[in-house]
């Protein structure tokens, strides 16, 4: 009932533009997935053999030990920044984890070269190579990451609730029992699973630490099978095994709610009584220390080193201009394809479950085993630069599209509940409501739309190692090159050129997301 | 017992406060005034949430400014958000108890009867999220009543009720109040809420408490700066 009462607003944006955005995904999803489904099924359960359940077992692994690490650390860090809402450089903290993720992941693997890696500052702490060393990467991606979706709902808790606990003299046991758990349980499972699913299909770390066939994953022997020893069936069963890991976390984080992070905003949240003791202020702190100690290093290290290897080099300028187009191109496909979906999801309960399924396909499907579908797919027609450009490019929006939804359809909701009878009352439709209404109401969220997707794309390694060639080169791949052919100094040089672009569209970003 | 503000200082952006008043013992009494103007800061103060520039807090005489919220002989009640939504009705009395929710026979015992005096008694198994507003306040009051303090502050406590419900909390609050010898101190937006239960009344604005008198003194007062102002018509339409 409550939903017929919603659609009494009548306007119906054009239907074509969306149909024509689920062709495409249909067909991207179809190409990726059929053929890796018939090939699996012809080799049957044979072709589970023990490389790929090795492969499988490492891949849960190292996914399961980066989520506990993860939210081991990222959660009492996130009690200790919530509790502590006043000290020096406060501000800076929560910027700072903004950081890893907005950097691409080959950017920063550089800095933890700089820092762990042989003659590095920490050279030999870990072994930067194999398990430890992916550890290492996915910690500093993720303990970011759960502590601001926890931080999130902590702040989320009424400043009452703060008052009454002091009231009745709960102690830290107590708070947390009654008042913190019941609200972050709920964000925790979310973020355990996101974290783990962003880690078993993690790929740059995998492909620069990962230790050989003894330490790899899904995504990444699923590269080195199409890639390095041309084995289609190989990488077909590996794709299945990853397609039905994905939807497994999937269907579990969807129970749990949602999947795309809420980025939470910086703002002031309820004064606490609580933390007021000295063990308390010791823990806190020391907590906040660790985090620097992980955080700061390979950032500094990066931004050190960067500075005395920078060098504009022909390749680089080449590498930077292919990424720049390749972004654009990425970017604009995703907000073509999101658009027409979001304007009919804000207006009606059926579109609005369309386009959810859309989103949440475009998020869960991994790509290299989605590659996969579409390299046994396109075989025979491989070769010229236009389809591998035009693979990269359709690749890296899929990979944008839940975030590009994410901002654009609140945004698109609001301008709709706004505007959508006073549209109707003056007989303002079709091409004319977009230029007067739509476009002026959502720029900003638009924008902020389109360099997220570009900010992906620019750290994109997946999609260009499985489709780039050697005169096909972006700026990760380009690094990644550097890397593996002893050009160390070049590679550093670089990771800092594409870490200040994608740093300059952040900022960009920001500005347009504070309103 | 008695509550006492003895030149109790406070700042807040770029307002400064200075209470200095005696709410009578026992007595009910209600604090009226504009917006903005430190209604809830004194509350704050009284019950150790925010701390004081300068002053004292004195309760039955004991300085109690220096300590923590849960070892001053007070019990705050809301407006919102006064209940746990995954605590039963009785697990949120019970915590005025034990935060560890574990009660002694004894104590479960005072925990019903004060599920009864609110008229509770058969929703002690729901959640929060089943109960009317009215309800979840009564929750609220039940607890306050097993913390058993003698001084119970109240932030517009039924600011979000029906006229007729607000008559019936206050009503009750009234007889908890005058059953126990509670000294209470409600801050409201409604002068008629003054008028209903408050034995005495205070007129507070920009910072100070500008008069404390029996309630029908005040609202009969000309003397009273700004009071005339802040009631408006109100006076000739109720009175």
Request: with cysteine.
């Amino acid at each position: 009932m409550a939903e017929r009462h919603n659609t009494v607003i009548a306007y119906q944006p054009s239907r074509a533009p969306a149909l024509a955005a689920l062709a495409f995904l249909g067909l991207a999803l179809t190409a990726g997935f059929l053929p890796v489904l018939a090939m699996g099924i012809r080799q049957g359960l044979a072709g589970l053999d023990p490389y790929i359940l090795r492969v499988l077992s490492f891949t849960l692994l190292q996914a399961g030990l980066s989520t506990a690490l993860s939210l081991a650390i990222g959660l009492p860090l996130a009690r200790a920044l919530a509790r502590r809402r006043v000290f020096p450089g406060r501000f800076l903290l929560l910027r700072l984890l903004n950081l890893p993720l907005a950097l691409p992941s080959i950017v920063v693997i550089i800095g933890l070269v700089e820092v762990y890696g042989a003659g590095g500052w920490l050279g030999g702490l870990f072994a930067l190579y194999g398990l430890q060393g992916i550890l290492l990467a996915h910690v500093f991606f993720n303990v970011p990451l759960a502590a601001r979706l926890v931080l999130a709902d902590l702040e989320r808790i009424p400043e009452e609730n703060w008052k009454l606990a002091a009231q009745l003299g709960l102690g830290p046991w107590a708070l947390w029992r009654i008042v913190e758990w019941p609200r972050v349980r709920g964000g925790m499972a979310s973020a355990a699973l996101l974290i783990f699913l962003l880690c078993a299909s993690s790929f740059a770390v995998v492909l620069t630490l990962g230790g050989g066939p003894r330490a790899t994953t899904l995504e990444v022997a699923i590269y080195q099978s199409l890639r390095a020893d041309f084995d289609p069936q190989r990488a077909a069963m590996l794709a299945l095994v990853q397609f039905a890991l994905c939807a497994v976390l999937a269907l579990l984080a969807q129970r749990w709610g949602g999947l795309v992070p809420d980025v939470p905003m910086l703002r002031a949240s309820a004064r606490r009584f609580d933390g007021r003791s000295g063990a308390a202020r010791v823990l806190d702190a020391g907590l906040i220390l660790l985090v620097l100690l992980l955080l700061l290093p390979p950032l500094l290290a990066l931004a050190a080193s960067g500075l005395q290897h920078i060098a504009l080099t022909a390749p680089l300028l080449r590498a930077m201009l292919t990424s720049l187009l390749l972004g654009a191109a990425s970017a604009g496909l995703a907000f073509l394809l999101v658009w027409p979906l979001a304007m009919l999801a804000v207006r009606g309960a059926l579109w609005r479950r369309v386009a959810a399924l859309a989103v949440l396909a475009s998020w869960i499907v991994p790509p290299a085993a989605l590659a996969t579908g579409w390299f046994i797919s396109l075989i025979a027609y491989a070769g010229p630069l236009w389809l591998s450009a035009l693979l990269v490019i359709a690749m890296n929006a899929m990979m944008a599209l839940p975030f590009v939804a994410r901002v654009l359809m609140p945004a698109l909701g609001r301008s709709a509940e706004v505007h959508d009878r006073l549209c109707l009352g003056l007989g303002i439709g079709g091409w004319n409501r977009l230029r007067v209404v739509e476009f002026p109401a959502v720029r900003r969220a638009a924008g902020l739309a389109l360099v997220m997707a570009l900010i992906l794309s620019l750290g994109d390694l997946t999609a260009i190692s499985l489709f780039g060639t050697q005169d096909f080169v972006t700026l990760p791949a380009l690094i990644y090159r550097q890397m593996g052919s002893y050009r160390f100094d070049d590679a550093v040089g670089t990771a800092l050129v594409l870490g200040l672009v994608v740093l300059a569209l952040s900022a960009l970003a920001e500005r347009w997301g504070e309103t | 017992m008695s509550l006492r503000l003895d030149h109790l200082a406070f700042r807040y952006e770029a307002m400064d406060m200075i209470f200095d008043a005696v709410f009578p013992a026992g007595g009910f009494t209600a604090v009226i005034g504009p917006s903005g103007g430190g209604k809830s800061t004194l509350l704050n103060l009284v019950a150790g949430f925010e701390t004081p520039l300068a002053g004292r807090v004195l309760i039955d005489d004991a300085d109690v400014t220096a300590l923590p919220p849960d070892r001053r002989p007070v019990s705050m009640i809301f407006q919102d958000n006064n209940v746990f939504a995954h605590l039963s009705v009785r697990q949120n009395v019970a915590l005025g108890i034990s935060p560890a929710l574990r009660l002694e026979p004894a104590q479960a015992q005072r925990v019903e009867a004060a599920l009864a005096d609110v008229g509770l008694d058969g929703l002690a198994h729901r959640k929060p999220g089943e109960l009317s507003g009215g309800e979840r306040q009564r929750v609220a009051v039940a607890r306050a009543l097993v913390r058993d303090r003698p001084v119970l502050l109240l932030d517009e406590p039924f600011a979000a009720l029906g006229p007729a419900l607000r008559r019936d909390m206050l009503d009750l609050l009234r007889a908890k109040q005058q059953a126990r010898g509670l000294t209470v101190v409600m801050v409201t937006h409604q002068p008629e809420d003054a008028i209903h239960a408050a034995s005495h009344t205070a007129y507070l604005e920009a910072g100070r408490i500008v008069a404390l008198r029996p309630t029908a003194d005040l609202f009969a007062a000309t003397d009273v700066p700004g009071l005339a102002a802040y009631l408006g018509d109100w006076r000739n339409t109720v009175l």
